[in-house]
């Protein structure tokens, strides 16, 4: 089935290939296309509690025309941006799924065909969701999904790489017949408004494609298989809510997380002892608990109040420090309640970029934010292994926050790496390291553009009753209906991310989340501008300094020598990165002046014209009779003729030099023929020239 959708033809086939899928769908968008499988166990494993969905998201070399470099040739471990493609299928897909629906469920998609010029991401969404709306798993859909970016004032739907590299306002927009069911956008400070109007002209294009989901799982679709959903049963659920309920409401009044939920422990062990038998596990009464608590504090909130006491509107305590480390280059701990997170920001030469490989071809990055979230920040054990999907996403998610204010590499000529640790947790511990990373880059003296902070919202939806809640702790976002992640500058927003548990929000209740978001935004920068205001004049001593020189593009393989030679001998002897760009821009990093310094006049040896006057550290190469050829730069020789060796009666050269020797000398002439003449003796005579 076939759709105009933008600039191309949005084209959904199914029926070809991968038959032994639950369901399968291509997807061609351009001379991009992506096939998305959906695949469903047949039993529940024994014991288990959980909804077990897997996505996987693969992009093939071959899809572009390209061998995989590396040893083995062939594609690894998935790459950062197929892990937070995987993340975004997941993540409006999740909450479609009905409840008590326990089987285990496999989403593949793969990009067999990329044009290089639309992205395939959206359109495996769009996949996902058609392939699990035709198939026979239980599935509340369809879904569907685009991007939309302003480029040059105007909107664009699904727009190209190229477009995308102009844009100032980036957002994908995923929705159902029900509203919107997810966002992940980022901005350069763009006006809430603007914001909005991206999120109505994508909402309004996937009007199409949801009819034409519904036209091809009417026409394709299979019947949905009879499952048996684990569903607790009413009179356990009474039953726990009888014997725990006045305890529960003691519990929920500890103000303290760690001894809240030890409370909660303590009281799943009892309930457990009283009511385990041959009919109800401990896993039911551990989830019908659950439940209870679910209720207790929705109940709660729409009765006009919080678990911790704070308004709707109010943001937990706040506390900023800078410099908390003595040797990085740029530290700061942002504590929020009980979220805290350290950032560390380290500067860097430009042998510190991060090449990626992606099917639109090879990308540099200067900019880098790392999270990470250890499981001591919740009070518990676990192995420390590689970063896993959430803390990449986290991570991606800040650092999309900080890119509108992030100095381009022409303005400040430093890779950045920003590290969050997150040493406690409890809400949104990805704004608190977008506050944190905004803290630390000033204290590091990046010339940032503008702070950024960042602020979670949440929601309580009941009937026609709309909660939205400011800053929300993990007990919050554990049992309400939404994470809605806004970070800014008091200019405009700079990056959004919606995530719902609920089948989609309407336009105007979005309208309002941004609208209170903004409040918290401009609150928490005014907290922050507390400790420091502005970036730092001067960078940390620690931090290696890069100096910027400007040398003629002829004299560019002048100085990288025959095979990199000369260049090569300089490092090699000061140390210092040295960085030749195209255009005759030369950087040259290092955390030592002397040696930086040694490698700007090696450098402008190289590459100066020699000026009559001046003089030069020189060494002496060949010896003749009536003087000495000596070296003032790789590849420059002059001569010091016998007479200008000394000021007294020289018998012989080598009664003044030797070869090896280095010495001062001064360019007294350069002749027609382009030779150089130099002088011992005027240095001497005049020794602070």
């Given at each position: 089935?076939?759709?105009?959708?933008?600039?191309?033809?949005?084209?959904?086939?199914?029926?070809?290939?991968?038959?032994?899928?639950?369901?399968?769908?291509?997807?061609?968008?351009?001379?991009?296309?992506?096939?998305?499988?959906?695949?469903?166990?047949?039993?529940?494993?024994?014991?288990?509690?959980?909804?077990?969905?897997?996505?996987?998201?693969?992009?093939?070399?071959?899809?572009?025309?390209?061998?995989?470099?590396?040893?083995?040739?062939?594609?690894?471990?998935p790459?950062?941006?197929?892990?937070?493609?995987?993340?975004?299928?997941?993540?409006?897909?999740?909450?479609?799924?009905?409840?008590?629906?326990?089987n285990?469920?496999?989403?593949?998609?793969?990009?067999?065909?990329?044009?290089?010029?639309?992205?395939p991401?959206?359109?495996?969404?769009?996949?996902?969701?058609?392939?699990l709306?035709?198939?026979?798993?239980?599935?509340?859909?369809?879904?569907?999904?685009?991007?939309?970016?302003?480029?040059?004032?105007?909107?664009?739907?699904?727009?190209?790489?190229?477009?995308?590299?102009?844009?100032?306002?980036?957002?994908?927009?995923?929705?159902?017949?029900?509203?919107?069911?997810?966002?992940?956008?980022?901005?350069?400070?763009?006006?809430e408004?603007?914001?909005?109007?991206?999120?109505?002209?994508?909402?309004?294009?996937?009007?199409?494609?949801?009819?034409?989901?519904?036209?091809?799982?009417?026409?394709?679709?299979?019947?949905?298989?009879?499952?048996?959903?684990?569903?607790?049963?009413?009179?356990?659920?009474?039953?726990?809510?009888?014997?725990?309920?006045?305890?529960?409401?003691?519990?929920?009044?500890?103000?303290?997380?760690?001894?809240?939920?030890?409370?909660?422990?303590?009281?799943?062990?009892?309930?457990?002892?009283?009511?385990?038998?041959?009919?109800?596990?401990?896993?039911?009464?551990?989830t019908?608990?659950?439940?209870?608590?679910?209720?207790?504090?929705?109940?709660?909130?729409?009765?006009?109040?919080?678990v911790?006491?704070?308004?709707f509107?109010?943001?937990?305590?706040?506390?900023?420090?800078?410099?908390?480390?003595?040797?990085?280059?740029?530290?700061?701990?942002?504590?929020?309640?009980?979220?805290?997170?350290?950032?560390?920001?380290?500067?860097?030469?430009?042998?510190?970029?991060?090449?990626i490989e992606?099917?639109?071809?090879?990308?540099?990055?200067?900019?880098?934010?790392?999270?990470?979230?250890?499981?001591?920040?919740?009070?518990?054990?676990?192995?420390?292994?590689?970063?896993?999907r959430?803390?990449?996403?986290?991570?991606?998610?800040?650092?999309?926050?900080?890119?509108?204010?992030?100095?381009?590499?022409?303005k400040?000529?430093?890779?950045?790496?920003?590290?969050?640790?997150?040493?406690?947790?409890n809400?949104?511990?990805?704004?608190?390291?977008?506050?944190?990373a905004?803290?630390?880059?000033?204290?590091?003296?990046?010339?940032?553009?503008?702070?950024?902070?960042?602020?979670?919202?949440?929601?309580?939806?009941?009937?026609?009753?709309?909660?939205?809640?400011?800053?929300?702790?993990?007990?919050?976002?554990?049992?309400?209906?939404?994470?809605?992640?806004?970070?800014?500058?008091?200019?405009?927003?700079?990056?959004?991310q919606?995530?719902?548990?609920?089948?989609?929000?309407?336009l105007?209740?979005?309208?309002?989340?941004?609208?209170?978001?903004?409040?918290?935004?401009?609150?928490?920068?005014?907290?922050?501008?507390?400790?420091?205001?502005?970036?730092?004049?001067?960078?940390?001593?620690?931090?290696?300094?890069?100096?910027?020189?400007?040398?003629?593009?002829?004299?560019?393989?002048?100085?990288?020598?025959?095979?990199?030679?000369?260049?090569?001998?300089?490092?090699?002897?000061?140390?210092?990165?040295?960085?030749?760009?195209?255009?005759?821009?030369?950087?040259?990093?290092?955390?030592?002046?002397?040696?930086?310094?040694?490698?700007?006049?090696?450098?402008?040896?190289?590459?100066?014209?020699?000026?009559?006057?001046?003089?030069?550290?020189?060494?002496?190469?060949?010896?003749?009779?009536?003087?000495?050829?000596?070296?003032?730069?790789?590849?420059?020789e002059?001569?010091?003729?016998?007479?200008?060796?000394?000021?007294?009666?020289?018998k012989?050269?080598?009664?003044?030099?030797?070869?090896?020797?280095?010495?001062?000398?001064?360019?007294?002439?350069?002749?027609?023929?382009?030779?150089?003449?130099?002088?011992?003796?005027?240095?001497?005579?005049?020794?602070?020239?």
């Open positions: 089935m076939k759709l105009k959708f933008g600039k191309n033809d949005f084209l959904l086939e199914t029926g070809k290939v991968a038959k032994q899928a639950n369901g399968a769908v291509t997807i061609q968008y351009g001379g991009t296309v992506v096939l998305v499988t959906a695949c469903m166990s047949k039993e529940i494993r024994e014991g288990q509690d959980f909804f077990p969905l897997t996505v996987e998201y693969q992009e093939k070399t071959y899809a572009a025309g390209r061998i995989p470099g590396g040893f083995f040739k062939r594609e690894g471990r790459s950062e941006s197929e892990i937070l493609t995987a993340r975004l299928i997941d993540r409006p897909v999740r909450p479609l799924f009905p409840k008590g629906f326990l285990e469920v496999q989403i593949m998609a793969i990009v067999l065909s990329s044009d290089g010029e639309n992205d991401d959206v359109l495996a969404v769009c996949g996902a969701s058609a392939a709306s035709i198939s026979d798993i239980p599935f509340n859909g369809p879904l569907a999904c685009c991007r939309v970016a302003r480029v040059n004032g105007e909107f664009v739907v699904n727009p190209t790489y190229a477009e995308l590299d102009n844009a100032d306002l980036e957002v994908v927009v995923a929705i159902n017949n029900k509203g919107v069911e997810m966002l992940e956008s980022k901005a350069k400070e763009v006006s408004e603007d914001y909005m109007q991206a999120v109505k002209i994508g909402y309004d294009a996937l009007q199409d494609l949801l009819r034409l989901q519904e036209e091809f799982k009417a026409k394709f679709g299979k019947p949905k298989a009879t499952i048996e959903y684990k569903v607790i049963s009413p009179e356990l659920k009474k039953k726990v809510e009888e014997l725990a309920g006045e305890k529960l409401k003691e519990i929920y009044d500890i103000g303290n997380k760690d001894e809240r939920e030890e409370g909660v422990h303590l009281l799943v062990k009892e309930l457990q002892e009283k009511l385990v038998n041959d009919e109800c596990a401990a896993s039911d009464i551990k019908a608990l659950v439940e209870v608590e679910q209720a207790h504090v929705r109940e709660k909130i729409l009765a006009g109040g919080r911790d006491g704070r308004s509107t109010q943001i937990r305590p706040i506390s900023c420090e800078v410099s908390v480390l003595p040797r990085t280059h740029g530290s700061a701990l942002f504590t929020r309640g009980q979220t805290q997170s350290l950032a560390v920001t380290t500067l860097g030469t430009g042998d510190d970029e991060q090449m992606a099917l639109e071809g090879e990308k540099y990055k200067t900019f880098m934010l790392h999270y990470s979230f250890p499981p001591f920040s919740v009070g518990e054990t676990a192995p420390v292994r590689g970063p896993g959430r803390e990449i996403g986290h991570g991606a998610l800040a650092e999309k926050s900080l890119l509108a204010v992030v100095p381009t590499k022409d400040f000529p430093y890779t950045i790496r920003v590290v969050s640790e997150i040493l406690e947790s809400g949104s511990s990805s704004m608190a390291t977008v506050c944190a905004t803290l630390s880059l000033m204290d590091a003296g990046v010339p940032i553009k503008e702070p950024v902070a960042g602020i979670a919202l949440g929601l309580v939806k009941q009937g026609s009753k709309e909660i939205i809640l400011t800053d929300i702790a993990g007990l919050e976002d554990h049992f309400g209906d939404m994470d809605f992640k806004v970070a800014g500058t008091k200019t405009g927003v700079t990056a959004v919606l995530d719902l548990k609920i089948d989609g929000i309407s105007e209740l979005l309208k309002k989340c941004l609208a209170q978001s903004k409040e918290a935004r401009l609150e928490i920068l005014g907290k922050m501008f507390s400790s420091i205001s502005s970036p730092r004049e001067s960078l940390s001593s620690y931090a290696p300094r890069i100096e910027v020189l400007k040398i003629n593009t002829e004299k560019i393989g002048e100085l990288i020598g025959p095979g990199g030679k000369t260049i090569k001998a300089i490092i090699a002897a000061t140390g210092a990165s040295i960085d030749i760009k195209d255009d005759g821009t030369v950087l040259i990093g290092s955390t030592d002046a002397q040696k930086s310094a040694d490698a700007i006049k090696m450098v402008k040896a190289i590459t100066d014209d020699v000026e009559v006057g001046r003089v030069y550290n020189a060494k002496v190469k060949r010896i003749m009779a009536f003087g000495a050829f000596c070296e003032i730069a790789p590849r420059k002059g001569l010091v003729h016998i007479s200008e060796l000394s000021d007294k009666f020289v012989s050269v080598e009664e003044v030099v030797k070869i090896g020797d280095e010495i001062k000398v001064k360019v007294i002439g350069i002749d027609e023929l382009g030779r150089i003449n130099l002088s011992k003796k005027q240095v001497e005579e005049n020794p602070k020239q």
